[in-house]
């Protein structure tokens, strides 16, 4: 029996945007898309799981739909030009079109992003670093893909190129609110995670949408914990100074480091185990550790998993990984509000009350001395922040993932 293909739209060079297609690897043949040529590739981890392909290969979305002939396009984000126009080919040529949650999506969010300059407002633009060259044959792609259309749907693409291109990618999102820029599915982790959708694509309340989990948390659903935990501090990075989000610098995260181990670790004689977000500076970080022997860089999710089974005191900003870790009942979870600008960032979460705000360094030492008291606090509310942001935390979120891709229709 033939396999049938499924196109995925997304960073592939990403470990965490390939993980949910470990079990279907084998039984589909996968083809990635989402740079325009393979000079931007940043690694190969996606040969494990299909073949890349490129923008510059195809003269337009319906080339692209022709020649790779995919039963189910899957998409990450559909935000930018190319992504519109094959949203708005697969639905033309009769093919089922999904949307795929990456991570924390929030109207609160993007309400905060959305106040910055444009100049900012690089979160979802850092994924595709086009040289000249590139963004002439990106262009084109759309510029076809319009031609090619039929009067509705080049009506409906040329509205599009209208706004986005004097409005910033979450600006356009509030203005343009036509079918054409949906997918026909969501795959979803939660409710409380729809709801971005729901507001941010103008979504009626019947549109189709699965809640599944979330397939990177799988892996911590089934944490055992040692009997006598430690103190040492488990950090979660975010990659603000790379996307010149909330005025981060990396001086300015080199400043928030030096205070965490001068107030607290030097001090108490703890370390803190870093988990780096995947596009963060590795080089920046090895330096920050090299300088402070008690900050310590994990390489992988086994170790973040060890780490955790052993302590318990958890800090970060708004971070997807976050939430599998405020779940847990040991751990006593802190959200850094030390933003330049002042941004209260993770203020969505913390209402929860079962991950608790500090606004100083200085603060969060002064708590640390105190864990005990915040930790019983916090643990009357996890059971209400799991029902709301993880859905489902029972390690099968992968499987049912899986199902809807198997699916025939």
């Known amino acids: 029996m033939c396999k049938e293909n499924i196109l995925i739209v997304g960073d592939y060079c990403r470990e965490d945007f ?31 799981y299909g073949t ?20 189910k396009v899957l998409f990450y984000f559909i935000e930018t030009y190319n992504h519109v126009a094959l949203n708005v080919a697969s639905k033309s040529s009769g093919i089922k079109t999904y ?54 749907d080049r009506k409906a693409l040329n509205e599009y190129y209208e706004v986005r291109s004097t409005n910033s990618i979450l600006d356009t999102f509030k203005k343009y609110k036509a079918r054409f820029r949906i997918a026909d599915h969501y795959i979803s982790f939660s409710p409380e995670i729809f709801e971005f959708h729901i507001k941010n694509d103008h979504l ?67 370390n803190m185990y870093v988990k780096k977000h995947p596009l963060s500076d590795s080089k920046i970080w090895a330096n920050i550790a090299d300088e402070h022997p008690n900050i310590v860089l994990l390489d992988n999710d ?20 976050l939430l599998p870790l405020i779940a847990q009942n040991h751990t006593i979870c802190f959200s850094l509000e030390i933003h330049p600008n002042g941004e ?24 640390l001395n105190n864990i005990d008291n915040i930790h019983f606090y916090q643990s009357k509310y996890k059971e209400e922040f799991m029902r709301k942001w993880l859905s489902i935390f029972d390690g099968n979120s992968i499987e049912r993932f899986s199902k809807i891709l198997l699916d025939k229709f």
Request: glycine content about 2%; aromatic content about 12%.
């Open 302 to 321: 086994d170790d973040l998993k060890k780490i955790l089974s052993r302590n318990r005191v958890v800090i970060g900003f708004n971070s997807t990984l």
């Open 18 to 48: 390939l993980m949910p297609f470990d079990q279907v690897k084998d039984c589909l043949n996968l083809y990635f898309i989402e740079y325009t040529s393979k000079d931007e590739l940043r690694n190969s981890d996606y040969k494990k």
């Open 204 to 270: 009626p309340s019947t549109h189709p949408v699965t809640f599944i989990g979330v397939p990177g948390f799988d892996k911590y659903s089934n944490i055992v914990c040692e009997e006598n935990l430690n103190n040492h501090i488990v950090f979660i990075d975010q990659c603000l100074p790379e996307q010149g989000l909330l005025a981060w610098s990396q001086d300015y995260r080199k400043k928030i480091m030096k205070q965490i181990n001068d107030l607290i670790l030097a001090p108490k004689s703890l």
């Open 99 to 152: 949307h795929l949650e990456h991570g924390i999506r929030n109207y609160a969010i993007s309400n905060s992003v959305s106040k910055q300059t444009d100049a900012d407002i690089n979160i979802f633009r850092k994924f595709n670093p086009f040289t000249m060259y590139n963004r002439v044959k990106n262009r084109l792609f759309f510029a076809n893909t319009v031609k090619k259309s039929n009067d509705t």
């Open 344 to 367: 209260k960032y993770s203020e969505f979460l913390t209402v929860f009350k079962s991950i608790t705000p500090v606004y100083t360094i200085e603060e969060l030492a002064d708590k």
């Open 52 to 71: 890349a392909i490129f923008w510059k290969d195809f003269s337009d979305a319906y080339d692209l739909l022709r020649k790779i002939k995919p039963n």
